[in-house]
C-alpha cells in the first residue's frame, strides 16, 4: 500500500543508476551546489558546531520526556481548536486524512511536501478514494507528472536536468501553445505557478507536513521557501498536517535553536524564505486560514526505535546533509536505495519501515567514510547505526554465504593471534611475490574487485610484524 | 485501546517510565514555563546602529530591498515610488492594523488603497510587520485582520513596514515581545517569518525568485532605532 519497496533490487538499480548520463550529470551539479552552499552558511557563523551540540541536546532532551510532551502538545492543540489524530500505523494515518477528507466532500487536496506522506502513500491511497491530490511544491510537482517518488528529501527533482522536465511541461499541459518558449528554467517556473494558483484557490483541503511540533504552544512549523506550504496552509477550508512522534520539541526557543541549524545545512541558507507556526484554526475575527486543523501523529515503529540501539537516529532534522554528502548517493542518486528515505539516514530508517530483510543491501551501501555523521546537524552517529544493521543481517543469515563464510574463516584466525600473525605473513609474503608490477589484474575470491580495477600487491611485511618492529627499537633506543 | 494509548503506552514501554513520575513532569514543566534560551549568535547581538546594519545587509543578500523612512507619513510616496519603478497600477490592498489606519494615505492622490485579505487578483500588498529578527533580515508577521495572512503569500508584491524599534537582533526577543501580547503559550493562528522573497531551487539547483509567492520584498524601516 505504501511506496512500492524496489530495495530489494539495489544492485540492479544502481547498475542502471550509473548507466544513465542524464541522472549523472544532475547529481554531479546537485553534489557541487549542496556541498559548497552548506559550506559557505557554515563558514559564515562562527556559532554554527556549538548550535549543533545544543540541537543534538535539544532533541535527546524532547525524547526522553517525549510522552509528556506529546501529551503537551495534543492539549494546546485542542485548547486552540485543533485536533490531533493518534496513529500507530500507516493505516490508521491514511484512514484519518480519509475520514476528514469525505466528511468535507472533498474532490481534490493540495499537498506541501511531506515525507510522512511518502512514508504512509497518501497520494495513491487518496487517488483510489477519488479524492485528486496535487503537489504543489515545484519539485514535487514535477515528480508526480512523471509519477516517480522524490528522489531526495529536501530537493525532490534534483534526478531530473531542465530539458526533462520542459518535456513532461509540454506532455501534461496540453492545453497552451506547443510553440511556446521554455528554454529558460524561470519560464517553467512561470507556467507551473500560473497552473498552480487554480489549484490552490479550488483545493477542500490541504495537507502539509511539518518541521517541529511545539509543546508549548501546540504550533506546527513548517519550513519552505517557495510560498506553497502557506498556500496549502492558508487557503483551504481544512488543513491537515503529517507528523510523526519525535517532531515534538519543548519550546518556541528550542524549535528556533533548530531553524538556525536547519536552514543552513539543508540548502546553505541562513534561513528559509518562510517558517510558519501555525496554532489551530481560523480564529473568529481572521479574514482568512483554514476553518480546521488537524495534526495526524504517525508513530509507525519509532516508539520502539526509543528503546533499542538506533535511537539516537530519531534526533535526525531531515536535512539531507548527510546524502548531499555522500559518496554512495553522490553516485547513484535517490531512486536506487528503494524506498522512501534514501542515503545514510535511507540506509538506517527503510529497514525500520519495511523490514532488513527487504532492505538488507542498504546499510552495506556505505563505504563508512564517515562524511554523514560528519555534518549531520544533530550529530547522529550514522556509520554505527548502519553498522548495527549489518550487525542483525549476519545473526538473521540475510548476508551472502560468501560473506559468511568469509567472516566465519577470518574470525577463526583472528581469535588465535599467534596462528593470524603466521597465517598473515605467508600470505603477504605470497601476495607480494606472486604480484605483477605492484599489481593483480586477476585474483581468485576478489574478482568483483578485478573486475573494474587492479588490486595493489602487498609491499614489506603485515603491519603487526611492523608494529613489533617499531616497538622492538623503542625499546631498544629508550623512547617511551 | 485507543491509538493514543498505544503510542503513549509503547513510548514509556520503550523510555522505561509510566508517565507519572513527579520528577520527569517538573523537568518538562519546568521547561515550559522558563523557556530558556539558547545560545544567540554575537551578529544577533550588536547594538542598535550596527544591527540595523546587519539587518539590512541581511534583507539585501537574499534579493530584498530596503529603504528607511523618517516617519511613517512618508510611507505612502515611498510606496507610490515604489510602483511607479515596477511599472505596476497604482494599487495596493492592506490590513486593518491602528498603525496602517493611521498613515496619511490621501497625501498620494493617484494611490488607490483597499483594505482586506487578497484573493489572488492583487499584484502588491502593504504589510506592518510586528517585528523582525536582524540576523537572517527575517520579518515577523501575525495573522488577523491586521495583516491578513494572505497578503503576504498572493501578491507579486510584498511591502512590509517595520518600526525600527521593533527590529530586534535575535529571534528571541520577538518571541518575549510575542508572550507579553497574547500571553504565556499563547499564539495568533499563524506567525509568519518572512525571509526574502519566494525562491525555488528545484530546478537544475538554481534559484529563482518568485515560486508561488511574491517575486519582490520591500522593507520599508520607519523611524530610528
Avoid at chain 1, 480564529?283 to 501523529?297: L, Q, S
Wanted: positive net charge; glycine residues 8%; aromatic residues 6%.
Amino acid at each position: 500500500m505504501t511506496q512500492a519497496i524496489t530495495s530489494t533490487r539495489f544492485r540492479d538499480n544502481t547498475r542502471r543508476a550509473l548507466e544513465d548520463a542524464q541522472l549523472q550529470k544532475a547529481l554531479t551539479r546537485a553534489e557541487v551546489g549542496f556541498i559548497g552552499r552548506r559550506a559557505g552558511a557554515v563558514a559564515k557563523l562562527p556559532e554554527y558546531d556549538a548550535l549543533r551540540d545544543e540541537s543534538r541536546d535539544i532533541k535527546d532532551h524532547a525524547l526522553a520526556h517525549l510522552d509528556l510532551y506529546l501529551e503537551r502538545y495534543e492539549e494546546r492543540v485542542t485548547e486552540s481548536g485543533g485536533q490531533v489524530h493518534w496513529a500507530a500505523t500507516p493505516e490508521e494515518a491514511r484512514a484519518a486524512v480519509l475520514e476528514i477528507c469525505k466528511r468535507l466532500k472533498a474532490k481534490t487536496v493540495t499537498k506541501g511536501k511531506s515525507m510522512i506522506g511518502e512514508e504512509i502513500g497518501i497520494n495513491d491511497f487518496l487517488e483510489e478514494n477519488g479524492i485528486t491530490p496535487i503537489e504543489t511544491d515545484l519539485g514535487e510537482y514535477i515528480i508526480q507528472l512523471r509519477r516517480e517518488a522524490p528522489s531526495h528529501i529536501i530537493a525532490p527533482a534534483v534526478h531530473l536536468t531542465k530539458e526533462q522536465i520542459e518535456a513532461d511541461f509540454r506532455r501534461v499541459h496540453t492545453k497552451l501553445s506547443a510553440g511556446r518558449n521554455l528554454d529558460e528554467p524561470t519560464a517553467l517556473l512561470a507556467e507551473a505557478r500560473a497552473i498552480l494558483r487554480e489549484k490552490f484557490f479550488a483545493a477542500d483541503v490541504g495537507i502539509t507536513g511539518a518541521n517541529f511540533l511545539v509543546a508549548e504552544t501546540g504550533s506546527s512549523v513548517l519550513v519552505t521557501n517557495e510560498g506553497n506550504g502557506d498556500l496549502t496552509q492558508t487557503l483551504p477550508k481544512a488543513l491537515i498536517v503529517l507528523a510523526s512522534i519525535e517532531k515534538v520539541v519543548p519550546t518556541l526557543e528550542d524549535a528556533t535553536t533548530l531553524l538556525r541549524v536547519l536552514g543552513r545545512t539543508a540548502t546553505g541558507a541562513e534561513m528559509a524564505a518562510y517558517t510558519t507556526f501555525a496554532t489551530g484554526p481560523r480564529r473568529p475575527e481572521d479574514p482568512d486560514g483554514p476553518g480546521e486543523y488537524h495534526v495526524v501523529i504517525l508513530d509507525n515503529g519509532r516508539s520502539s526505535m526509543l528503546g533499542g540501539a538506533l535511537r539516537e537516529m530519531l534526533r535526525c532534522i531531515r536535512c539531507g546533509a548527510c546524502m548531499n554528502h555522500c559518496p554512495v548517493y553522490q553516485a547513484v542518486g535517490g531512486h536506487a536505495y528503494g524506498w522512501v528515505y534514501a542515503g545514510p539516514m535511507g540506509a538506517v530508517l527503510d529497514p525500520v519501515f519495511v523490514g532488513i530483510e527487504n532492505a538488507k543491501h542498504l546499510p552495506n551501501a556505505s563505504t563508512f567514510c564517515g562524511r554523514c555523521e560528519e555534518v549531520c546537524p544533530v550529530r547522529i552517529p550514522l556509520p554505527k547505526l548502519m553498522r548495527h544493521w549489518r550487525e542483525r543481517e549476519f545473526e538473521r543469515h540475510l548476508s551472502p554465504a560468501p560473506v559468511r563464510w568469509g567472516l566465519g574463516i577470518w574470525a577463526a584466525f583472528a581469535k588465535r593471534p599467534r596462528l593470524y600473525r603466521f597465517a598473515t605473513g605467508i600470505a603477504v609474503g605470497a601476495l607480494s611475490l606472486l604480484g605483477w608490477r605492484g599489481r593483480f589484474r586477476f585474483l581468485p575470491l576478489a574478482r568483483g574487485w578485478t573486475k573494474f580495477r587492479d588490486f595493489p600487491a602487498p609491499e614489506g611485511s603485515t603491519f603487526q610484524a611492523q608494529w613489533q618492529r617499531e616497538q622492538r627499537r623503542r625499546k631498544h633506543e629508550g623512547k617511551p | 485501546m485507543s491509538s493514543r494509548d498505544l503510542v503513549l503506552g509503547s513510548i514509556r514501554r520503550s523510555l522505561g517510565v509510566n508517565g507519572r513520575e513527579a520528577p520527569r513532569k517538573t523537568t518538562v514543566e519546568d521547561r515550559i514555563v522558563r523557556h530558556p534560551r539558547g545560545l544567540i549568535p554575537a551578529r544577533a547581538q550588536k547594538p542598535p546602529t550596527e544591527r540595523m546594519k546587519v539587518f539590512k545587509d541581511q534583507v539585501e543578500g537574499i534579493s530584498g530591498t530596503v529603504q528607511q523612512l523618517g516617519s511613517a507619513d512618508e510611507v505612502p510616496a515611498a510606496v507610490s515610488a515604489y510602483l511607479r519603478s515596477k511599472n505596476l497600477p497604482m494599487r495596493v490592498r492592506r490590513g486593518d492594523d491602528a498603525r496602517l489606519q493611521q498613515i496619511p494615505w490621501d497625501s498620494e492622490k493617484t494611490l488607490e488603497v483597499s483594505t482586506g485579505r487578497s484573493d489572488g487578483k492583487q499584484l502588491a500588498a502593504v504589510s506592518y510587520a510586528f517585528g523582525g529578527a536582524a540576523e537572517s533580515g527575517t520579518l515577523v508577521l501575525l495573522s488577523g485582520p491586521d495583516n491578513p495572512t494572505t497578503l503576504n503569500f498572493l501578491p507579486d508584491h510584498h511591502l512590509v513596514i517595520i518600526d525600527a524599534k521593533d527590529v530586534a537582533g535575535d529571534y528571541e526577543t520577538v518571541w518575549d515581545r510575542l508572550r507579553k501580547k497574547f500571553g504565556e503559550g499563547k499564539m495568533p493562528r499563524a506567525v509568519n517569518w518572512i525571509t526574502g522573497p519566494s525562491r525555488s531551487g528545484d530546478i537544475e539547483q538554481k534559484t529563482l525568485l518568485g515560486a508561488h509567492g511574491p517575486r519582490s520584498l520591500h522593507v520599508l524601516i520607519v523611524g530610528k532605532p
